[in-house]
């Protein structure tokens, strides 16, 4: 694959060391998540395919988790002893793509294939072609009873690793993740974390329009977790949560992160269409030049 430069711009970050201060982590964060929105962008635009908003609504929250919360990195990702993430709404692969990228676990120049024919970068990922990726996902609600899954053998093991997993709001819809959700409160998963990317959007409508979810956090409190809300574009209320997790012994904990899709780029926050839709040429220029003035929330 020749790579052209829009597949090349992107610097590895990888992890700042342990003792680095919270300033410093929520800064590093920012980075990242401006770096990954760029090349999400090329990424999106140079396919002609993506979920770009749901790309966008996910990214702050990707950025710190891989960027100072999981106990993972490239030289680890197959230790028993690792973290796992569990990325439930496969459709924005290329927001996970681009992350693995930026911190590490996969080479930037594969980019460039994503999409391509016989590509390991497919539309959702894929556990036995990309490192990093804990489960295939893409048919909506089996991430959260996968993730369920790795918590009650972490359980077993008598393991301190922790199990995250994030879900889209919309696919909450979907029955067989409230079924996962008894089960982990059966079991007292408490190493276990749901983080919702609650923006309030699915495709062609408002969760509201099609089924609606509130009151969500009630909803999870009694199907038995610890139930935490944060604006999910803040770095530093993500990762002081996301730290801290479990906030009750013998509960999951369940994170509402209140996010918009799109977020940051002006005509696409909020807005349905950009469910599935990809940037043509003058909104590609324009998405990019308003993320290169994007710093930590303003623009």
Do not use: C
């Amino acid at each position: 694959m020749t790579l052209t430069v829009e597949h090349t711009t992107m610097p590895v970050l990888g992890r700042l060391p342990v003792h680095s201060s919270r300033a410093e982590q929520i800064a590093h964060i920012a980075e990242a998540a401006k770096q990954i929105r760029i090349q999400d962008l090329k990424l999106v635009h140079h396919a002609g395919a993506g979920h770009i908003g749901g790309d966008f609504s996910a990214i702050d929250i990707l950025a710190t988790l891989y960027g100072a919360v999981l106990d993972i990195s490239p030289a680890t990702v197959n230790d028993p002893e690792r973290d796992r993430f569990i990325l439930s709404k496969g459709h924005v692969a290329g927001a996970l793509y681009t992350t693995l990228a930026a911190f590490g676990f996969l080479p930037v120049e594969d980019l460039a294939t994503f999409l391509k024919p016989l590509s390991a970068l497919n539309g959702h990922p894929n556990r036995n072609k990309v490192a990093g990726v804990e489960a295939n996902t893409g048919p909506l609600g089996h991430g959260l009873p996968v993730a369920v899954g790795h918590a009650l053998s972490a359980k077993l093991d008598v393991s301190l690793r922790r199990t995250y997993v994030l879900v889209g709001d919309g696919e909450l819809q979907e029955g067989s993740n409230w079924e996962a959700m008894m089960a982990a409160s059966q079991y007292q998963l408490d190493r276990l974390t749901v983080i919702v990317d609650r923006n309030r959007l699915q495709q062609g409508a408002t969760t509201k329009e099609t089924n609606d979810l509130d009151p969500l956090p009630e909803k999870a409190a009694a199907f038995g977790f610890a139930v935490v809300e944060v604006n999910g574009h803040d770095h530093g209320e993500l990762l002081d949560v996301l730290s801290a997790v479990p906030f009750r012994p013998g509960k999951p904990t369940f994170v509402i992160a209140h996010t918009h899709k799109g977020h940051p780029i002006s005509f696409m926050s909020n807005n349905v269409a950009w469910h599935h839709r990809v940037p043509d040429a003058a909104e590609y220029q324009q998405a990019l030049t308003e993320l290169a003035r994007y710093d930590r929330g303003r623009l």
